[in-house]
């Protein structure tokens, strides 16, 4: 883990506000208009279906008007608590200008409500079958609140009766009973740490967080390949390079203030390509507020739309490698000095016939012949990914294809250039790091007999030497009977896993399920033997402030925003105060004066975190690894090489008429939807997208009312028409996961994300 006393004070890699002017190069821009990327002439676009930015605007200061000062410090010296990109203020650490997107507009939602009144959940019974957003809107969560089996709601009581109840609970419990999941709402480094550090105090392995089901096959197939699971570029490679591939993304939904980005790349000569089934409207053309130019006329951001099948992304990247070498267009000087597994691969594609990758991929010919030129002729690629590739039970292949595909161009480990799995919730990749996560220790550490030792000398307790329980193995854990406490941090199994009737059925069955959280979730209201909700702090009301890891790895200080809501406690005390009640001969590993103890632990358990204890005000972070993690292509590996992946496409069997079903994202933020209608798209949330072809070959019209049924349930749909890969289609999430097959055979194995896909049938309501 690391002695502190050996690493000097960071000085010279602590960031201190670089806002104005950003580190790109003046000259770098192409200066001036830019009609040849201008979307349409229209002002704004008000003919286009897109959002509207500045009425969405005026809507939000409207109704968070009850607290406008708040509101205004928690944007302007707040570190964003939507995605990862990492705003701190109201600016970022790449380029100059305001960076504010909507997303953390509505997030205010959450950080300027007031407390809701308690009685309102004395009835349980008169809240089921709201939606979230109704449940949002009664308030904060602001007292300790407890409801036994057979009762007809909640009744508030104190804290003291609140952590006696958790801390009997915890201690009566074999550990290997009890389970912690922690989400990815808004939670800081310091209370991941906490948490992965209480729940193996008590004795258990099983905590597991939110990264479970979006990136853990990016961490597992990084790791692999090239010795680290994070981003080996930063955000300015973005800028500086010839072509972004977003490849199985959507940013313009999921991290709408990277689209500045991609506008500033454009502005600076990139191409970008799509490599997605459907070529989302916001990633053809988006209009960036903050950029005059662009909210006027809009940005035309896509050069190419590779319209891969869903589960072709490995015969694409495939078939991409052996058109590269019959090209002579792969880097042979780096793979011979830097990589190893090359002849391995070689001789895997040598066996696998072109034309049948590329038909496997679902791409024409010609638009891959495109795509291959591209990527072949670009100087330097970003490669951007997420849960378009991640959330197949071969997520951690497709992972390690991507990889070939930027290990066979030396796009790795230098300026311009990189492999990057973009993170969509601001709390994921640190959640990862911090240790709450089944199965890795604090750093990414792996969780072997050695490594235990030394986490629990770090740690003063003996800590468990094996792999816990995942999310969602901790639900189906509990449907058999087997979890006696379920401790939760936010989150919303109901609507995150897949086969929610199931889920609903298994939370019932836990003894005690303890839910800290900001606001009423829909699964505090299963009924359980007993269920107690305790009332947390934001993060920016988090005492002493606190950081989150962002993207491109730079540790972000966001300060304390001082606010009192009721009697919430910040999560961190709030972890080591159960703690002491269930295992008080433990207290003292718990007792951080404050916030900066905690954060200097954390910086000698955690080496790569070196500095996190001297960060203080808005823009103070430390980016760990640098710019560049590779350098040089010097790989963090066993023999400081990265390695090539022979892969094998997986075969996906439909049967004739039925359909595979994926899942999208459309106005919200992880599984919290601001609209009933995505502003993109124009669909609303019972949408069921639909190639034309296959809509009309099944008598279907746009806006038909239809059924969509799995062997695990069914879904009331309308029918949207779109341009999809035949034999597939696509509904919004988590509206779709009532659909989905759960279970070890429908989880990646490795990494065991569950998939979210779907084979179903189509028929008339």
């Excluded at 809240?127 to 036994?148: I, T």
């Excluded at 979006?214 to 080996?232: D, E, R």
């Excluded at 200080?557 to 703690?579: H, K, M, N, T, Y």
Aim: hydrophobic share 40%; aromatic share 6%.
């Amino acid at each position: 883990m690391g002695d502190r006393s050996e690493r000097p004070r960071p000085d010279d890699r602590l960031d201190r506000r670089p806002v104005v002017p950003g580190p790109v190069a003046a000259g770098l821009r192409r200066v001036g208009l830019h009609p040849d990327l201008w979307a349409g002439l229209v002002p704004n676009g008000v003919d286009q279906q897109k959002p509207r930015h500045f009425k969405d605007m005026l809507r939000i200061a409207r109704d968070n008007s009850n607290h406008p000062k708040y509101a205004w410090d928690v944007l302007t010296k707040g570190v964003c608590d939507g995605c990862a990109l990492g705003v701190a203020g109201l600016h970022d650490w790449t380029i100059d200008g305001v960076h504010l997107c909507t997303t953390r507009l509505e997030l205010l939602e959450f950080n300027t409500a007031d407390a809701m009144d308690p009685i309102l959940l004395s009835d349980v019974g008169a809240l089921r079958g709201r939606s979230g957003k109704e449940l949002r809107a009664m308030g904060r969560l602001a007292h300790p609140m407890r409801r036994r089996r057979g009762e007809q709601g909640f009744t508030r009581i104190t804290w003291n009766e609140a952590l006696d109840a958790c801390g009997d609970a915890l201690r009566a419990a074999p550990p290997d009973r009890v389970a912690l999941y922690m989400t990815s709402r808004g939670i800081t480094n310091e209370t991941y740490y906490v948490a992965g550090k209480a729940a193996r105090a008590l004795g258990t392995a099983n905590v597991d967080s939110a990264a479970r089901v979006c990136h853990a096959p990016s961490t597992l197939g990084l790791k692999a390949s090239i010795g680290v699971a994070a981003s080996t570029c930063s955000l300015r490679d973005v800028l500086e390079t010839d072509l972004v591939v977003l490849w199985g993304t959507n940013p313009a939904n999921n991290q709408p203030v990277f689209m500045k980005h991609l506008e500033q790349a454009k502005r600076n000569g990139a191409k970008v390509v799509v490599v997605n089934p459907f070529l989302e409207p916001g990633l053809d053309r988006y209009w960036v507020p903050s950029s005059v130019e662009s909210a006027v006329f809009g940005t035309r951001i896509c050069d190419l739309h590779v319209p891969v099948r869903p589960g072709g992304d490995i015969a694409l990247a495939n078939a991409l490698i052996k058109r590269l070498v019959a090209q002579r267009r792969v880097d042979h000087a780096f793979i011979d000095h830097h990589t190893s597994g090359w002849q391995d691969l070689m001789a895997s594609l040598d066996e696998q016939d072109l034309d049948e990758l590329i038909e496997a991929s679902g791409v024409d010919a010609d638009t891959f012949e495109r795509f291959a030129d591209l990527y072949g002729s670009a100087g330097g690629a970003v490669l951007i990914w997420s849960m378009g590739i991640t959330q197949h039970t071969f997520g951690v292949e497709g992972v390690r294809a991507i990889v070939n595909v930027g290990l066979a161009r030396g796009n790795v480990g230098r300026n311009g250039a990189g492999l990057m799995p973009i993170r969509g919730h601001s709390g994921v990749q640190g959640g990862a790091e911090m240790g709450a996560y089944a199965t890795a220790y604090p750093g990414g550490v792996t969780i072997d007999a050695d490594s235990a030792a030394a986490l629990a000398e770090e740690w003063g307790f003996d800590v468990p030497d094996h792999e816990g329980l995942t999310a969602p193995e901790m639900v189906e854990a509990a449907g058999r009977g087997e979890l006696d406490v379920l401790w939760m941090s936010g989150g919303n199994f109901l609507d995150v896993l897949p086969d929610p009737a199931a889920v609903a059925q298994a939370l019932g069955t836990v003894g005690t399920r303890i839910h800290q959280d900001v606001v009423v979730t829909s699964q505090m209201l299963v009924e359980g033997d007993d269920v107690i909700l305790l009332p947390v702090t934001t993060r920016y009301e988090q005492e002493g402030g606190g950081t989150s890891t962002t993207t491109e790895r730079r540790i972000a200080f966001s300060p304390e925003i001082p606010r009192q809501v009721g009697e919430a406690r910040s999560e961190w005390r709030l972890f080591g105060d159960v703690v002491r009640r269930a295992r008080p001969e433990r207290a003292a590993e718990f007792d951080w004066p404050t916030n900066q103890d905690l954060r200097a632990e954390i910086a000698r358990v955690v080496p790569s975190y070196a500095g996190i204890e001297f960060l203080e005000t808005t823009g103070d972070a430390v980016q760990w690894g640098g710019r560049h993690i590779c350098p040089g292509g010097r790989f963090p590996t066993p023999d400081g090489k990265g390695r090539f992946t022979p892969l094998e496409p997986p075969r996906s069997e439909v049967p004739e008429g039925r359909f595979l079903v994926s899942t999208r994202r459309g106005k919200q933020f992880n599984s919290i939807v601001w609209a009933e209608t995505d502003p993109l798209t124009g669909a609303p949330r019972d949408a069921v997208y639909l190639d034309r072809t296959d809509a009309h070959a099944l008598g279907l019209a746009d806006g038909q009312a239809v059924v969509l049924r799995s062997d695990t349930g069914e879904m009331s749909a309308t029918v949207r028409l779109s341009r999809l890969p035949r034999g597939t289609a696509q509904v919004h999430w988590p509206e779709g996961n009532a659909l989905l097959p759960a279970g070890a055979a429908h989880r990646e194995p490795g990494s065991r994300i569950p998939d979210y896909q779907a084979v179903v049938e189509i028929v008339l309501a």
